[in-house]
T-cell receptor, first 115, second 112 residues
């Protein structure tokens, strides 16, 4: 069975500081990997995704993530955060074998950016 | 732009009531999903549908049913609402053969 673990439930950080949100996954088959963001009182929005090719993926709003197959990780990073980045972030994997489009989500990480 | 809409942003119901949550997407997507979101648990899949009148159970289907009579609409039904179904409900859709899901704004349901 596949699973996703987000190692931090909350990450407080000061404005303009760098941030890393950690995600590890478990799967016996190849997967696609996703990061979604949920701003307060909104649905989820796709931040970036890894399907194949370069292991460094760039997304919207200056975020990027690196796929590391040997460590089964897909950590999200931003070199300098803004107050507006305060949100909940979800890591997800899909099962390439199932062809159902289903995603398995992690527990979420709340990023709190302080002035 | 894909648009996924949900019938209500906030809903308050009483224990035992039958509750309908509606979701509509406007991009002709084959796949549609219902999740519930609870603090510390992330998103958990309740049901999904990959075609009209087709449905499959997700990870937590107990106490819920779904209906998909038209391609653009996917309804979640709580036959007899209970207080432990108080939660945020999120609908999503995706194109067949792809994995990127597009989400609605969510319905926060409170069962008293």
């Amino acid at each position: 069975a596949q699973s996703v673990t987000q190692l931090d439930s909350q990450v407080p950080v000061f404005e303009e500081a760098p941030v890393e949100l950690r995600c590890n996954y478990s799967s016996s088959v190849s997967v696609y990997l996703f990061w979604y963001v949920q701003y307060p009182n909104q649905g989820l929005q796709l931040l970036l995704k890894y399907l194949s090719g370069s292991t460094l993926v760039k997304g919207i709003n200056g975020f990027e993530a690196e796929f590391n197959k040997s460590q089964t990780s897909f950590h999200l990073r931003k070199p300098s955060v803004h107050i507006s980045d305060t949100a909940e972030y979800f890591c997800a994997v899909s099962d390439l074998r199932s062809n159902t489009g289903k995603l398995i989500f992690g527990q979420g990480t709340t990023l709190q950016v302080k002035p | 732009d894909v648009k996924v809409t949900q019938s209500s942003r906030y809903l308050v119901k009483r224990t035992g009531e039958k509750v309908f949550l509606e979701c509509v997407q406007d991009m002709d997507h084959e796949n549609m999903f219902w999740y519930r979101q609870d603090p510390g648990l992330g998103l958990r899949l309740i049901y999904f549908s990959y075609d009209v009148k087709m449905k499959e159970k997700g990870d937590i289907p107990e106490g819920y049913s779904v209906s998909r009579e038209k391609k653009e609409r996917f309804s979640l039904i709580l036959e007899s609402a209970s207080t432990n179904q108080t939660s945020m409900y999120l609908c999503a859709s995706s194109l067949k053969g792809t994995d990127t899901q597009y989400f609605g704004p969510g319905t926060r349901l409170t069962v008293l």
